[in-house]
């Protein structure tokens, strides 16, 4: 069964640094979202991402953050200067009949 | 702005027993999601429902909704200590899937042998 990939499964990076997370969304999907979950609390939207451009962005997704497509088929994450706020899963989905599927999640620990 | 309530947030119950969970949200949606989230893991898709009075089972597992009264329901039916978890419905921003999803807090679902 088709499923989404992330790398790493779990970064550790220092306040300040950059990090580029990484996602394979199921082949045939055309759209794609990153979601973060901080622990404890409920699942967040940070931005979605249709016809190789952002579809929409909450509140979250700031001028740190940034999405790619660079190769059609990674999508990729990037947060400039992370953090210490910036500790959490992040889950990269993607969108197709019937439903949207999640990867199994980064663990990003800001120290 | 969508809102997702769901209630409640913890439930502890027994073994063999029914419950119902419920997620209210405060704008029309097209879609609405159950995701089953284990400890420490990814979200698994439960069900998927598109269009008033739907309703869908998988197992011991019922979901239904009610587009005019924005209301979906999960209920268990006779609880089994598998189904411990954390269950989070979530609401498509928009038409189409383009914008994402808005999810509830998640209720943590307790269920002693």
């Known amino acids: 069964e088709p499923e989404v990939t992330q790398t790493p499964s779990h970064q550790v990076t220092q306040m300040g640094q950059e990090v580029i997370l990484r996602c394979v969304p199921i082949s045939n999907h055309l759209y794609f979202y990153w979601y973060r979950q901080i622990l404890g609390q409920k699942v967040e939207f940070l931005v979605s991402?249709?016809?190789?451009?952002?579809?929409?962005k909450s509140e979250i997704f700031d001028d740190q953050f940034s999405v790619e497509r660079p190769d059609g088929s990674n999508f990729t994450l990037k947060i400039r200067s992370t953090k210490l706020e910036d500790s959490a899963m992040y889950f990269c989905a993607s969108s197709g009949p019937p439903g949207e599927y999640f990867g199994p999640g980064t663990r990003l620990t800001v120290t | 702005e969508l809102k997702v309530e769901q209630n409640p947030l913890f439930l502890s119950m027994q073994e063999g027993k029914n419950y119902t969970i419920y997620c209210n949200y405060s704008?029309?949606?097209?879609?609405l999601y159950w995701y089953r989230q284990d400890p420490g893991k990814s979200l698994e898709s439960l069900f998927v429902?598109?269009?008033?009075?739907a309703v869908k089972q998988e197992g011991r597992l019922m979901a239904s909704l009610d587009t005019k009264a924005r209301l979906s329901t999960l209920h268990i039916t006779a609880a089994v200590h598998d189904l411990s978890a954390t269950y989070f419905c979530a609401v498509a921003n928009s038409g189409g899937g383009a914008d994402g999803l808005t999810f509830g807090k998640g209720t943590h679902l307790i269920i002693q042998p």
């Open positions: 704008t029309t949606s097209d879609r």
């Open positions: 429902l598109l269009s008033n009075g």
């Open positions: 991402f249709y016809n190789n451009e952002i579809s929409e």
